[in-house]
């Protein structure tokens, strides 16, 4: 199959169709009749030599092909969109643009909350895709548009514009009546005892594990897990410390069951800044979403 034989239109309907889950949402996001989206997946089926989607409960899910297709597929729309869209001109409550953008798993859980709310408010059609990308990959992708921008502490993202968001630090989170905590301590001896703790790592937080490296408590680590959102839990259920940012700690710990001590451990303070690329900095829509972060989330 050669991208002559391709018709734009059914690209959209693949992409609609991967998003939804479902044949009839599709035909609804894009404002078409239900058999005209069966007619239009039926031909790139055939284009395809491949089922593309299968029955399941409450829809369709995609096959590997178009599991493969999804990304690239996406990628391709959004740039197009973008090309062919007027730079100047770019009307919140209208658009159904994606917004593209690099989170952790962290990330997601300190600004999703209140930045969603926000863009249903003044963008109801705009939709925001999460994009988790290794940070020697960030800069490259700003840059191709692959993603429209990057949150989070990237001191080793270079080459990029740059916003500062917050101020943070690492500190330690304990279940609440850890033993560690009945002993009052200062400075010094908070720092000296920490051996005395048993920690879980965050293997995609390249930062926390050399905070345990500096301070020569690899060896006491008992769990090592993907994601830092798992964590509270089997915090409040074991005896074990996790080093995380003090925000996102916090928003743990205010319903109560949680501790957090603040060692003065090397590496601690950070900085959380909005990325984005010089290509794309006189981007309508990248230029009206940054204002829109940076109005709710800057200090």
């Known amino acids: ?78 740039t197009l969109e973008q090309a062919l869209g007027d730079a100047s001109d770019f009307d919140p409550a209208q658009s159904e643009r994606t917004f593209r953008i690099h989170m952790s798993d962290i990330g997601e859980g300190r600004f999703l909350p209140e930045l969603m709310p926000a863009l249903r408010e003044r963008a109801p059609g705009v939709r925001v895709d999460t994009l988790p990308l290794p940070r020697e990959d960030i800069t490259a992708a700003l840059d191709a548009g692959s993603i429209d921008m990057a949150f989070g502490f990237l001191p080793t993202v270079k080459d990029t514009l740059r916003a500062r ?78 080093v995380m940012p003090k925000t996102i700690a916090q928003g743990f710990a205010v319903n109560g069951g949680y501790t957090i001590i603040e060692p003065m451990f090397p590496l601690r303070d950070f900085t959380v800044s909005l990325h984005w690329s010089r290509r794309f900095d006189g981007d309508a829509g990248n230029r009206w979403l940054r204002s829109v972060v940076m109005e709710l989330f800057a200090e």
């Open 1 to 78: 199959m050669h991208i002559k034989d391709i018709d734009l239109n059914l690209l959209r309907l693949f992409d609609a169709v991967y998003r939804a889950g479902s044949v009839s949402r599709a035909a609804d996001l894009l404002d078409v009749t239900q058999p005209a989206a069966s007619q239009g997946l039926t031909r790139l089926r055939l284009l395809m030599k491949d089922p593309l989607f299968v029955r399941a409960p409450g829809g369709v899910r995609p096959t590997p092909r178009a599991q493969r297709l999804a990304s690239a597929v996406r990628t391709a729309l959004a």
């Open 165 to 242: 968001l917050t101020n943070d630090r690492y500190i330690i989170l304990l279940r609440e009546g850890h033993p560690f905590t009945g002993k009052r301590r200062n400075s010094q001896a908070l720092l000296a005892d920490l051996h005395q703790l048993e920690f879980v790592s965050v293997r995609t937080h390249a930062d926390t594990l050399r905070i345990l490296q500096l301070l020569k408590l690899e060896t006491r680590v008992r769990l090592t897990a993907e994601h830092f959102m798992v964590l509270p839990s089997i915090v409040r259920a074991t005896d074990l410390a996790v």
